[in-house]
């Protein structure tokens, strides 16, 4: 069975990405999440990198957090698939769905490493995946919206069929997944997970051109 790490942000893409992996029987050997250059937050969604921690708990599966700069970044991925390839992991799971520079980044650098790049999402429909994380029993948070697109109100909402009717009906330059950036998630339980991951104390923030559920306290409860 070919060892696997999963590209994690903690969202619902690369969530559906690795389920299906694992369905696919590929073994899940770790996560990899990036983080900022002092540790606190995940570069992808802006979560902290203690949440991040604490939802590899609820799933039962490790989590490695390497610390990067944007000048950096590529380099120290490579680097960690380099000491991935030399533990005995072999591929690198990726929630990309159709944005060809990002497949191309996946590529590159797996291939830098000598690994072998998956994306099982890649060319799916957005509203049929969305379809199959929700009827899987996946259950996630916005945690993240483009100001300029989604109201603070979207803040800790469930993907669900009426958040899915809403996108694909109701509002413009969205797409249903949010893969141009348009609003992130937080997968919080579901077929992958051994415990729930519950949010205790959170607070609405704005950084830039985003605003953000800024999760304070977690803690983890029986299925």
Not at 27 to 34: F, S, V
Request: aromatic share 8%; charged share 25%; glycine share 10%.
């Amino acid at each position: 069975m070919t060892r696997v790490f999963a590209s994690w942000s903690g969202g619902k893409d690369g969530c559906l990405a690795l389920h299906r992996a694992i369905n696919r029987c590929l073994d899940a050997g770790c996560l990899l999440n990036m983080v900022s250059e002092d540790g606190i937050r995940s570069r992808s969604h802006g979560l902290r990198a203690a949440v991040i921690k604490k939802q590899a708990e609820a799933l039962g599966i490790p989590v490695i957090q390497k610390p990067t700069a944007d000048a950096d970044y590529e380099a120290v991925f490579i680097e960690t698939l380099k000491e991935f390839k030399r533990e005995g992991i072999d591929g690198g799971v990726f929630g990309d769905i159709d944005f060809e520079p990002h497949r191309e980044w996946d590529e590159k650098v797996c291939r830098q490493a000598g690994i072998t790049p998956y994306l099982p999402l890649w060319q799916g429909s957005q509203p049929e995946l969305m379809k199959e994380f929700i009827a899987a029993g996946f259950i996630s948070v916005i945690v993240t919206v483009k100001a300029d697109l989604l109201g603070k109100e979207f803040l800790g909402r469930t993907v669900d069929r009426q958040l899915l009717y809403y996108l694909t009906g109701s509002v413009k330059n969205v797409t249903p997944c949010g893969e141009a950036g348009e609003y992130h998630t937080l997968v919080i339980d579901g077929p992958l997970f051994k415990k729930r991951l519950e949010i205790i104390k959170s607070e609405t923030v704005s950084r830039g051109e985003y605003h953000f559920l800024e999760i304070l306290e977690t803690t983890l409860k029986p299925k």
